[in-house]
T-cell receptor, first 115, second 117 residues
Framework: AQSVTQPDIHITVSEGASLELRCNYS??????LFWYVQSPGQGLQLLLK??????LVQGIKGFEAEFKRSQSSFNLRKPSVHWSDAAEYFC?????????????FGTGTRLQVTL | GAVVSQHPSRVICKSGTSVKIECRSL??????MFWYRQFPKQSLMLMAT?????????EQGVEKDKFLINHASLTLSTLTVTSAHPEDSSFYIC?????????????FGPGTRLTVL
């Protein structure tokens, strides 16, 4: 069964500093990988996704993530964090099973941005 | 594109009543939609997969008679929480799947906060 681990429950960074959120997955083949962001009381917004090809993926809002098969990781990065980036971030792995690709989510990382 | 809406955004009901939550894909057709439940400060738990024109597939431990799912059209899925009890209070989020190889992606609705008194 697939699984996702986000080791960091809570991270605090200063505005303008760089950011890296960790994500490790467990899956028998090449997975579909996603990062979503959730603001308080809101649904999830897709930041970026990886299916195949270039292992460095660019997303919205200046985020990027790198798929590293050898480390089973898909870490999210941003060179300069803005105060509006404060939110909950979820990494997810999808298994293309049958006609529906189920997603398994990590437990999330709460990002706090200090001014 | 790929906008998903949910209605209502917030509902408060008495114990024993039933509540219906709608999930709509506004600018695309979705043969598959998903329903999740999220407890405070926790991750999303998949409850069921809703397939247009067929029965929903429920995850282990989810009571199908309590959480009724209907996917009557390519843009609408509904979740009905029957005989709701306080332990059903939660944040319910739906997603709609855009399928097709490299575009196989789920887009999420804004969620519905259910409070059962």
């Amino acid at each position: 069964a697939q699984s996702v681990t986000q080791p960091d429950i809570h991270i605090t960074v200063s505005e303008g500093a760089s950011l890296e959120l960790r994500c490790n997955y467990s899956y028998g083949a090449t997975p579909y990988l996603f990062w979503y962001v959730q603001s308080p009381g809101q649904g999830l917004q897709l930041l970026l996704k990886y299916f195949s090809g270039d292992t460095l993926v660019q997303g919205i809002k200046g985020f990027e993530a790198e798929f590293k098969r050898s480390q089973s990781s898909f870490n999210l990065r941003k060179p300069s964090v803005h105060w509006s980036d404060a939110a909950e971030y979820f990494c997810a792995v999808g298994a293309p099973t049958g006609t529906a690709s189920k997603l398994t989510f990590g437990t999330g990382t709460r990002l706090q941005v200090t001014l | 594109g790929a906008v998903v809406s949910q209605h209502p955004s917030r509902v408060i009901c008495k114990s024993g009543t039933s509540v219906k939550i709608e999930c709509r894909s506004l600018d695309f057709q979705a043969t598959t939609m998903f329903w999740y439940r999220q407890f405070p400060k926790q991750s999303l738990m998949l409850m069921a997969t809703s397939n247009e024109g067929s029965k929903a597939t429920y995850e282990q431990g989810v009571e199908k008679d309590k959480f009724l799912i209907n996917h009557a059209s390519l843009t609408l899925s509904t979740l009905t929480v029957t005989s709701a009890h306080p332990e059903d209070s939660s944040f319910y989020i739906c997603s709609a799947r855009v399928s097709g190889g490299a575009t196989d992606t789920q887009y999420f609705g804004p969620g519905t906060r259910l409070t059962v008194l």
